[in-house]
């Protein structure tokens, strides 16, 4: 019996931004596009003529969502109700009291996963689909620990979680219901759909390590990334992950959703001899990656010249119509000679003997706060025109 599966995770319905600094005006905008993902995933389904449709959590944010986000999900998989859909709580949208899952009145084809163990949760012919719940925002039980399947003869059974795989944990990312690759074999499954990592891809059982692919067979494990990139740190692939099962084998593929990508480019402006000169070192790389699906930011690095009148405000407007959204950054330092300037008997001199001491006992951003601080004072003095350097 053949069977296709389409599974997506991590859409992070009504998430803030505000890590990125978005204004609030580009952060509604893009919360928008999220929804138009989720619009297009169920078109891919309905074109693919799947059979089932699976997330692997963090469809909403818990802490963040509306009684219009519940109308609009309701609404998009009403729209499907040819196809059974099989939701699992994440971390984001754990399965709690006052979550969306237990306050909406779900369509007849949707199931939402409420156990907390690992269990069998769906059956189709020789597939059977195990799965649990995240019950809370911390969860951290590792989920696959000592596990293994009864033998069972001629079946197919594919896990469906939201966990952290330890042999490549992202920089930064908490980890949530961990497992090694090596024990989804052992357990006793053929392939595990997954989520939580934003960036997605396709792992081999069968290879000594990690193999990220397009396109591979069991056993192996994959995440399909967020729909939509949602941060600076977030590359690669982004969409859904197209499964299908006959003959006793599985076969999966990655398969694109995302429209709008995050670019970001560090400019070393230590030759630069002028504003304009910046300018142009920015306009050159913005014609190159410009595009009104992409969201943009520009750090600006290396000795910026004293004389130079750094004004970011202007150097925003100048590249902005270049993106849908453009940051940028100042992270230049001056090439201001301290040491010099410490030894003069002046004003001056005591002012910057002062605030090197004070960056020497500071740490983190207070240190950088003192640097930029020592920097202004400095233009004071030559009663330049203060404007905005960061």
């Known amino acids: 019996m053949a069977l296709k599966i389409l599974h997506f995770a991590d859409l992070h319905l009504d998430t803030s931004f505000a890590r990125i600094g978005f204004s609030s005006t580009v952060a509604r905008f893009y919360r928008e596009q999220l929804r138009e993902a989720l619009k297009r995933i169920l078109k891919l389904a309905q074109d693919e003529k799947v059979d089932l449709i699976t997330c692997g959590g963090d469809l909403y944010e818990h802490e963040r969502y509306t009684s219009d986000t519940g109308k609009f999900l309701q609404g998009q998989f009403e729209n499907i109700e040819r196809i059974p859909v099989l939701l699992v709580p994440g ?58 399947l009864s ?60 193999n990220v692919q397009e396109s591979i067979s069991a056993p192996g494990y994959g995440y399909p990334g967020t729909p939509e990139p949602l941060g600076f740190d977030e590359s690669g692939h982004h969409g859904v992950i197209v499964l299908e099962i006959g003959d006793g084998k599985v076969k999966a593929e990655l398969r694109p959703i995302s429209q709008f990508a995050f670019v970001e480019t560090e400019l070393d402006i230590s030759t630069a001899t002028s504003r304009d000169d910046i300018k142009s070192q920015l306009q050159y790389w913005a014609d190159e990656a410009r595009g009104n699906y992409a969201f943009a930011r520009a750090v600006l690095k290396g000795q910026l010249q004293p004389e130079i009148e750094l004004d970011l405000t202007v150097l925003r407007e100048a590249i902005g119509s270049y993106f849908r959204y453009f940051d940028l950054q100042n992270r230049t330092y001056p090439a201001y000679d301290f040491s010099e300037l410490a030894e003069e008997k002046t004003v001056r001199g005591a002012f910057v003997r002062e605030m090197l001491n004070r960056i020497k006992l500071a740490t983190g951003e207070e240190k950088e706060t003192l640097r930029s601080a020592l920097t202004l004072g400095l233009q004071a003095f030559e009663k330049r025109e203060i404007l905005e350097q960061v």
Not at 119 to 135: D, K, R, Y
């Open 151 to 210: 033998d069972d003869e001629g079946n197919i059974h594919l896990l469906l979680m939201h966990a952290s795989d330890m042999s490549s944990v992202p920089p930064g990312k908490p980890v949530h219901c961990p497992f090694k690759p090596e024990e989804i074999h052992r357990a006793g499954f053929q392939f595990a759909l997954l989520g939580h990592y934003h960036q997605g891809r396709l792992s081999s059982l069968q290879a000594s390590s990690v």
């Open 91 to 148: 971390n984001h949208d754990p399965y709690l009291p006052d979550s969306l899952y237990r306050r909406l009145f779900w369509p007849s084809n949707v199931k939402i996963v409420t156990n907390a163990e690992l269990m069998p949760v769906w059956n189709l012919g020789e597939v059977t689909i195990w799965a649990f719940a995240h019950l809370s925002p911390t969860q951290r039980e590792a989920p696959l620990n000592e596990f293994k």
